[in-house]
């Protein structure tokens, strides 16, 4: 799933300075289940803010909704009969919802009320952990299914580095070092051959260093 | 000759050869590195300049190999992944090899969050292992990795880094022998305290014929003192100083325990020397320049030897 | 919790059973952290963290209970009105 964390709440009031009157937008998709701009989160922030701006002697007017999904146009739509009752919409949703939110209401200021974080799995409740860049090129299959990409904090083929030590990442001890992981399980599953292979240089192009990327689905057009 | 520089020409020659280290300044002050040089001058057949290592920014390297050819000194450009993404590296290659730099080191480099500016976006676009693949391409193929044509093919006798000591320590020979594949010429270790560690990399890297191919340098880095022994066991990743190492010089008094160090040193390049299937080695004196020559003099290196 | 506040209240308490005795198991120990994140709201946007506190205790400690919401009155009327009660009052 796509996780994140919230703003600073200091960061998000200096955001509605200019505005007495918004709505407070989650999304019931990944952000949902990271607990970060589900339902909950909305009603929390909202309270938040109105308590904030109450004690600060200017009330502010919310209504506080949930879309299914804010990166699909059908649910983005539903806003559509009051979103221009309202000076700005606080979304809580990912960038890639909040962007989508901007796109669809031109003339209504979107404000981002989490910074968006990585795509990533749910270790336990209440904390995630990133495993995938979408460099839009998979080589799990070489690597015993622990991508080098996401996990070497220098993205190595041919990795570890000199800075690996009883399985941490120079970086720090709380990171576990990806090619010890892949080493770990290649031996595993008896395929240390991939390991002593060379790999070729990554085509970065199908990353996001060949610039935004778009899927063309011909059978679902 | 691959690259016809004077490293690889004492190695080829069958001498036992010798390179060591200058940091750049962290500054545009070329004296620093002359002040340097100085003590290297004579003592080696060729110079290590470091690239921003540990990720602190310090004059560039390919600058700071100019300032040691000027002064007669042959230089050994190292290379980071760190900071330049392939075309960068590539131009940067023509351009060293264009000013006569003729000894390469290909490295990762440190992770960012080392140095002065941990927020600096990292590149790694390749990673060490390509960068010796994409030098060889571009040195014995006479074109790009894109395939284009080069216009006159850089000359480099290509090393690499090799660390016998880090984990896990199973794959550490196999990554020798893919560093050699991927065309290393020569490889430098890191610093070697840790002997019996290192015997028992050789023995495996001599059975399967790697230093035939391959010319091993052995790192060696003279301790200054008991407490900096203690500090790189643990603060340096990948560093494997032995207790019995330690001791041996924290048992000097303070004033005595540098000079224990250089004497230690001495006596691993002598056992160095002995052993099978090393080439040379690599004396990484840091800020402690000036002790080269008594170090390798020390060892019975000296006189360099001339080879045309 | 926060709505509570929203609808006027200048404290909140919130009572769990004792920990290690909750009848959902580790409802408590949540319902804990919990209150640490709105303390630490309402403590961000000025109403004071001391607002809010959890206290434990079972079933059969009715004078305990009383003995605390004593204390927790006490402890409010010594911070005085809610910010939140002080901009309404102003307003009325």
């Not at chain 1, 860049?133 to 070497?152: E, F, Y």
């Not at chain 2, 010319?215 to 008991?226: D, E, M, Q, R």
């Not at chain 3, 506040?5 to 198991?25: T, W």
Request: glycine content about 10%; aromatic content about 6%.
């Amino acid at each position: 799933m796509i996780t994140g964390t919230p703003k600073p709440i200091e960061e998000i009031l200096e955001m509605l300075e200019p505005y007495d009157k918004i709505i407070v937008a989650g999304c019931y998709g990944c952000v949902t289940v990271c607990r970060v701009g589900g339902e909950k989160e909305v009603q929390v922030l909202a309270s938040t803010l109105r308590l904030a701006r109450e004690a600060a002697g200017r009330k502010i007017a919310i209504k506080e909704i949930s879309l299914e999904r804010q990166c699909d146009p059908e649910y983005i739509e539903q806003m559509r009969a009051y979103v221009q009752d309202y000076q700005a919409v606080l979304s809580i949703a990912c960038g890639a919802g909040i962007q989508f939110l901007a796109e669809k209401y031109t003339t209504t200021p979107l404000l981002p009320g989490i910074n968006t974080g990585f795509l990533g799995v749910t270790e336990r409740q209440g904390e995630w952990s990133e495993r995938c860049q979408g460099c839009g090129d998979c080589v799990l299959h070489l690597t015993g299914g622990i991508c080098p990409v996401t996990r070497c904090a220098k993205s190595l083929f041919h990795g570890p580095c000199g800075g690996s030590v009883q399985g941490h990442c120079e970086v720090s001890k709380d990171v576990p070092c990806g090619w010890q992981l892949i080493i770990d399980r290649l031996k595993a599953l008896d395929q240390m051959d991939n390991y002593t292979k060379l790999k070729p240089y990554k085509g970065w192009n199908t990353s996001r260093d060949g610039g935004p990327r778009r899927i063309v689905r011909e059978d679902m057009i | 000759m691959k690259s016809g520089s004077n490293l690889e020409k004492v190695l080829a020659a069958g001498h036992f050869a010798v390179t060591a280290e200058c940091g750049p300044p962290r500054g545009a002050d070329p004296e620093v590195v002359r002040r340097k040089a100085a003590y290297v001058k004579g003592n080696i057949d060729a110079c290590n300049v470091t690239d921003n290592q540990t990720s602190v920014v310090r004059m560039s390297s390919i600058a700071g190999c100019m300032i040691l050819k000027e002064m007669g000194i042959e230089p050994l450009l190292q290379m980071v992944v760190r900071d330049r993404n392939r075309i960068a590296l590539q131009s940067d290659l023509l351009g060293a090899s264009a000013l006569g730099v003729r000894n390469l080191l290909c490295l990762s480099g440190d992770h960012q969050k080392f140095g002065d500016d941990p927020q600096a976006k990292n590149v790694f676009d390749i990673d060490s292992m390509q960068l010796i693949h994409l030098t060889k391409t571009m040195r014995d193929d006479g074109v790009f990795p894109s395939g284009q044509k080069l216009d006159g093919a850089p000359k480099f006798f290509i090393g690499c880094a090799v660390n016998p000591f880090a984990d896990p320590f199973e794959i550490r020979v196999p990554r020798l022998k893919m560093k050699m594949q991927a065309g290393a010429d020569f490889v430098q270790t890191q610093c070697i305290y840790n002997m019996e560690k290192f015997k028992v990399y050789m023995a495996d890297a001599i059975r399967q014929g790697l230093h035939e191919k391959v010319k091993i340098l052995a790192g060696v880095t003279p301790l200054k003192s008991a407490g900096m022994a203690k500090f790189m066991k643990k603060m340096v990743a990948g560093m494997d100083i032995p207790d019995a190492v330690i001791k041996r010089i924290a048992d000097e008094p303070k004033e005595k325990q540098a000079e224990k160090g250089i004497e230690m040193c001495i006596e691993l390049i002598q056992e160095l020397k002995e052993m099978e299937g090393i080439a040379g080695v690599h004396v990484m004196a840091i800020e402690w320049e000036e002790k080269l020559n008594q170090i390798i003099g020390g060892a019975g290196l000296l006189p360099r030897p001339v080879v045309e | 919790m926060l709505k509570a506040f929203e609808n006027g209240a200048d404290g909140v308490m919130v009572v769990g059973c004792l920990e290690g005795d909750c009848h959902y198991l580790s409802g408590n120990i949540r319902a804990k952290a919990r209150v640490k994140r709105v303390a630490g709201i309402v403590d961000k946007i000025g109403l004071g963290a001391g607002r809010i506190h959890m206290y434990n205790l079972s079933a059969g400690e009715g004078s305990k209970f009383a003995a605390y919401a004593n204390e927790f009155v006490e402890r409010i009327r010594e911070m005085g009105p809610s910010p939140i009660n002080v901009a309404r009052l102003k307003e009325a």
